[in-house]
Every structure is written in C-alpha cells, then in structure tokens.
C-alpha cells in the first residue's frame, strides 16, 4: 500500500491559524496523493491490527488519508456503512475527544483554536462526530466540554509518552506500528485517562471499548479491552514500563524525551543550553495546566475593575498580575468568560503577560508614530494602541492577509481604530519602498514558539530542527528591514516567543555588528528587574517567571 507523505504547513509563529478546516484539509491531502479505494475499505473492515504487509512503517498519517478519503468518498466513515443514528451508549466527550484528535494530528487544525470556540461548537463537533465515525452521540454539556479540552489538549502534550505504553502493552511491533489512526487514539485518550488522570480504571477501559466497537467493529473493541486490562494491572501494581535514563547524551536525552513526551532533538537542545535539571523542569511546565491572563480593554473604557466585576459575578477565581496593571490571570471559567461574551464584545482580550511586557519594552506614548513590522494577528497592536489615548499612529504591517483582516476588525470592535492603518506586505519590500521614518519600530518576528509550548500543546510535534536555521535567515532579514523605518533617536524593539538564544541573544548581537548605528537601551526602565538579563534584555522564563517564555531587545538608533 503507498504511503501518503502529506506536511501539514503550519505557519513559523506562534499565533493560531484561523482557516484550517478539516474537509478542507482532507481534501488538500487527497489532491496531493492518490489512492487505493478498495484497499482503504478493506483496511477499515478488517481485524483490530491490520496485517503489515509491507516494511515500511506505516504513519498515522497515513491512515488518516485513508480513513479520510473512506469518509468523503462514502459520506459515512461508518464501516459497516450503518446508517448514521443517535448512540446513546457512546460518552460523547470521548468521541469528540476523539474526532477532534483526528482533526488536529490528520488535518492540521489547531488544539488551541479548537478549545476556545465555546459552547455552540458542540453542534459542530457533533457534525463531524457523524461524519467521521457514522453516528451521533447525545449533546455535550459542559461539563462534557471541560473534558473535551482536558483530554485533547493532555492527549495531545503526553503522547510520546502514550505511545511508548501502547507499544509496550501491543504484543508485537507491527500492530502498533500499522494500527490505524481512529483506534490508536482511542487508545490514547484510554491511557491517558487510566495514567495521567487517574479516573476510575475499569469505567475508562469499558467506555473506550464501547467507542471501538460503535467506531470501528468488535474487534477493535476487543483491543483496546486487552491493551487497557493489562495497562490498569501494570498501573496497579506501581511497574509501568519506563525508560531508563543512562548512557551517553543521545540516549538519556531519548528516554526524557519518551518520559516527558517532547521531541528528542528540543530535549537535546535544552539539556545543551540548559544543562539536564532546568531541560526537565522545563518540559514539566510544558505539560502543566496553563493558566490564562486577560486584558482588559482599556481603549473602549472597560478597565481591570470592571473586567472584575464580571469576573465575579460569573464566579470565576482571577489573581491581579503582579507585572501589568491591565491584566488579571484565571486557571478556569475560560467556558463561562466566551459564553458571557466578553471577548466577543471585545471588552478584554485573552493574552499572557510575558507578551504585554514586550509592549512595556516598546513603550508607547500618546502621540508616536509606530511600525509593527509583524502585526497579525494583532495581540501587541493592540495594547499598544490602548495606549496611545487616540494620539499617534501604528502602522501595522503583515504579510498574511487574513490574519490582518482579523487585527482591521478586531482594532475597530476595540475602538482603537482610529490609531490603526494596515499594510498587507512583506517587510522586506515596505521597508525598501517607504522612507517614512518612525519614532518606534516593533519587530515580533516568526520564531519557533518554544517558549509557549505550555499553552500550544500541538506545537512540539510540529516543529523541526530544521525550521531554526530556517527562521534564523528569515529573523536577520526581518531585523535588517525593520531597521531601515527608525528615525534617528527612534527606538527599535526585537521580539519572540522563544527562549531559544540562537533566535534571541545571537539574532540581535549579529544584527549589532552589522548595525553599529544601534546600541542597547536596557529593559529594566521598562519591565521588573527580575526579567532582565545581564545584556539588558527583557526575558520571560516559563519555569522562573510561571509565564509564557518571550524574548525582547530594546535598541537605540544613534544616527
Ligand atoms: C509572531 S507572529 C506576530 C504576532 C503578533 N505580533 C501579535 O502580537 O499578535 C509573526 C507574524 O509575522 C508575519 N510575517 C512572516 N513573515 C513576514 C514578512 N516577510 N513580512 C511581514 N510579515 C511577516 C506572519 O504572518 C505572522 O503574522
């Protein structure tokens, strides 16, 4: 059977992509690759582990393709071709959980996106539910959808780590490695619940089996009936299977990257740049709960105290940021806040704070001319523009066009339009074609995303050691540019969300010696001592500073 090699292009920053769409998504993979109906079919019919046949391993990728085509082919994934009917039996949470896993891990939409749209997406949901595994479950409450977020977004972050349980549990190699996709995250949201939270065992094991079987066919209950049976033994008894962590650097740094479930070439890097102790302590923020901050929209007068009485009157716990004076933090209640309306009113904006201290860093004033040389989809823009009391101007550029459309349209529910123009373009060719000169140029550059891998669980795995040297390219380009739109005495910042040096501290000191008419203006005029390194930059460290991890330098143009 041919094997599909479909990359899902995700984009090199750390903001969501709005328009990933699953059948969009199948349909792009199927256009690229064709295939063999008859043998999808057979595939989908067949026993619990299809037989391999052939030696190359074959990826969830590529099942998916199938399942996919199988569905869109058919209009039922049912592979008994059933029709499509209420299941009353089927916990819809985890048959959402496991539609939704599909949709992210096959078709590239994004674990983030996908939990924060609230209720009302629960119809949606159900329609894909239906399409894809050929029926319907009753509708999700919300505690329902609590799960739903809980066990995609954990599903999602430990599954190196399930997968190693899985292949350890299967008795031979093959079946793991030829299991197909819909199954093999059955099984995963099963050792997930069974392992990492601890629900009642045998519950887990009986309702996961009840999916496979309505899923797929008896057999594929039968599976995942023996895999989880012999998991919940191996739990009770304290001797789950677990790496060792010995040897050279390359294998400790394997059996970390299996025990924390991260990739093995970020845990090298880590235990590199941070010795093995804080690369643990990191990749153990990675998989931790985050906590969210809001902002509130003080450009459309709504300030924090109000934001608070809201707050309390839905009954969600909130802490004051101890950094920013508009922000407040809450660990739950994110459901509540979406449905009450509050960020579609635009009355507060989720957004962490080690991002609101890179504003800080810029420093706006009423009345200056700004260039946010990458603007979408606007997160900084916008509370820089907050700022300005509708004196000044920020030039917001991006080279994608529908994420700028979202900042045009997210500036003018905040009020803050008036402050704000929009330039579709590539950096590179505005700055050779403009020779307007600004008091303050803020470059948020594309950059990896490490440090927010807490918050985008998806990200690791869609990362490769390969985009870093890409990006590096692309930042000193970006630098370069930007640097061409700064009066003299004007400020330029340089920004990431990564905590990576080859993309912060090295980006800005190359940038230096090509530049020698910029100079560092230390960060610690601007943000809390605690965030500033000895070079005078702004650093936010996820383990240190329990934020996001974010990178800014402040530079001087001195003619
Ligand atoms: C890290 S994101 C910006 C996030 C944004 N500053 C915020 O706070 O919401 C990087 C952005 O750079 C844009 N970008 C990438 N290459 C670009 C280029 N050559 N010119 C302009 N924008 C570019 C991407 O489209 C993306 O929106």
């Known amino acids: ?320 940021s101890p950094h920013l004076d508009d922000f407040v933090r809450i660990r739950t209640g994110m459901q509540v806040i979406i449905q009450a309306g509050l960020l579609r009113k635009g009355l507060c904006s989720v957004q962490d704070e080690s991002a609101g201290l890179v504003v800080s860093v810029v420093d706006p004033r009423p009345g200056d001319t700004i260039v946010d040389c990458c603007a979408a989809p606007g997160g900084k823009t916008l509370f820089m523009a907050s700022q300005l009391s509708g004196q000044g101007s920020i030039c917001a550029i991006d080279i994608n066009k529908g994420r700028l459309r979202i900042l045009k349209e997210t500036a003018e529910l905040h009020e803050v339009d008036s402050v704000v123009t929009t330039a579709h373009a590539d950096l590179r060719t505005f700055a050779d074609e403009n020779c307007a000169k600004s008091d303050k140029v803020l470059l948020d550059t594309p950059c990896s995303g490490l440090g927010v891998l807490s918050k985008r669980a998806d990200l690791r795995w869609n990362r490769r050691l390969e985009d870093m040297k890409e990006l590096k390219h692309l930042q000193d380009e970006l630098l370069d540019a930007a640097s061409m739109l700064v009066k003299i005495g004007g400020v330029l910042v340089y920004s990431t969300c990564s905590i990576d040096p080859d993309e912060n501290e090295e980006r800005v000191g190359a940038f230096l010696q090509r530049h020698p008419e910029f100079y560092v203006d230390p960060a610690d005029g601007y943000v809390p001592s605690t965030f500033v390194t000895e070079n005078g930059f702004y650093s936010s460290n996820p383990v240190e500073h329990s934020l996001d991890g974010a990178f800014s330098a402040r530079l001087l143009r001195s003619r």
């Open 1 to 320: 059977m041919e094997a599909f090699h479909c990359r899902v292009n995700t984009p090199l920053c750390n903001s969501n992509n709005y328009n990933t769409n699953f059948l969009a998504s199948m349909q792009r993979m199927i256009s690229v690759q064709p295939c063999n109906y008859a043998r999808l079919l057979s595939v989908s019919c067949s026993s619990a582990a299809p037989p391999a046949k052939n030696n190359k391993r074959r990826t969830s990728r590529d099942y998916s393709a199938k399942t996919s085509i199988t569905t869109s082919r058919t209009g039922s994934s049912n592979p008994a071709g059933k029709p499509q009917k209420l299941n009353s039996e089927v916990s819809p949470h985890r048959a959402v959980s496991a539609v939704r896993l599909m949709r992210i891990e096959l078709g590239g939409a994004f674990a983030d996106l996908l939990n924060d749209q609230g209720k009302g997406s629960g119809d949606n949901e159900m329609g894909y539910v239906e399409r894809t595994l050929g029926f319907r479950t009753r509708n999700l409450d919300d505690r329902d959808l609590r799960l739903v977020s809980e066990i995609v977004g954990g599903t999602i972050r430990w599954r190196k780590y399930l997968d190693h349980l899985i292949l350890s549990l299967c008795h031979e190699e093959s079946t793991f490695r030829d299991m197909e996709p819909l199954l093999l995250q059955i099984l995963r949201i099963g050792v997930y619940e069974v392992v990492k939270l601890e629900m009642p065992p045998y519950a887990v094991v009986d309702e996961n089996v009840r999916l496979a079987k309505a899923a797929l066919r008896p057999g594929a209950g039968n599976m995942v009936n023996g895999i989880l049976r012999k998991l919940v033994v191996l739990k009770e008894s304290n001797s789950l299977p677990s790496p060792k962590v010995e040897g050279d650097d390359r294998q400790q740094a394997r059996a970390l990257a299996t025990i924390h479930s991260h990739p093995v070439w970020m845990v090298r890097r880590w235990m590199k740049h941070l010795g093995q102790e804080k690369a643990i302590e990191l990749m153990m923020w990675n998989n931790s709960n985050p906590y969210f901050s809001l902002r509130a929209n003080t450009g459309k007068g709504f300030t924090r105290a109000d934001l608070v009485t809201q707050l309390e009157m839905f009954k969600v716990p909130y802490e004051f």
